[in-house]
């Protein structure tokens, strides 16, 4: 279940003492996730939103301490509505899709569906063709747990979030794959 892959992430993140666990932002109801979106949306989506609504900000703070994995951080829903008229062009996304990751150069994880099928996430990499990485956002948590438990995420000795990207690589084969 999805909330469940969330609940493991957060607990590793915590466990590692990584900054983001203690500004995560409580979550909304689906009815202000589609207030936010201007339209409803799938349980994924209402479901992520339902868990955290974004990072807190303080003063001094730098990327790494709000990112969730190396980077990207959760977006709230208000931040997530409104970066999409920046990507209405990319036919990967299509008119149905919610950011839920952000980094700060414009790339996004986000949740693209159309009907009332489960949401696929969508990598998008700013210079980069867009492309569908997980075919739904409970496989997307996994990836990440996977890569902490795998060591491909880890902190480095400087406290920042680092990535081996051999192993993360090989991790999202086997997921991809899966």
Known sequence: ???DRID??????????????SLLVPGISRREVERAY????????????????????????IQD????????????AAEAAALRPAYEDDPVLGTRWMPLLGGP?????AAVWSGNE???????????????EFADTERLVDFFVRCYRQGAFTVGSDGLLTMDTDR??????DI???
């Open 168 to 173: 993360y690589d090989a991790i999202y084969a």
């Open 8 to 21: 493991e992430l957060v607990t590793i993140v915590r466990e590692l003492g990584r900054p983001v666990a």
């Open 118 to 132: 489960r949401p696929g996430i969508a990598g998008v990499l700013i210079g980069e063709p867009t492309e569908i």
């Open 176 to 178: 991809a794959g899966g």
């Open 65 to 76: 301490t709000v990112n969730l994995v190396p980077g990207y951080r959760p977006l709230s």
């Open 105 to 109: 150069s414009g790339d996004l994880y």
């Open 38 to 61: 201007g339209a409803p949306v799938p349980e994924d989506v209402a479901t992520w939103f339902g868990w955290c609504n974004g990072v807190r900000s303080e003063p001094g703070q």
């Open 1 to 3: 279940m999805l909330i």
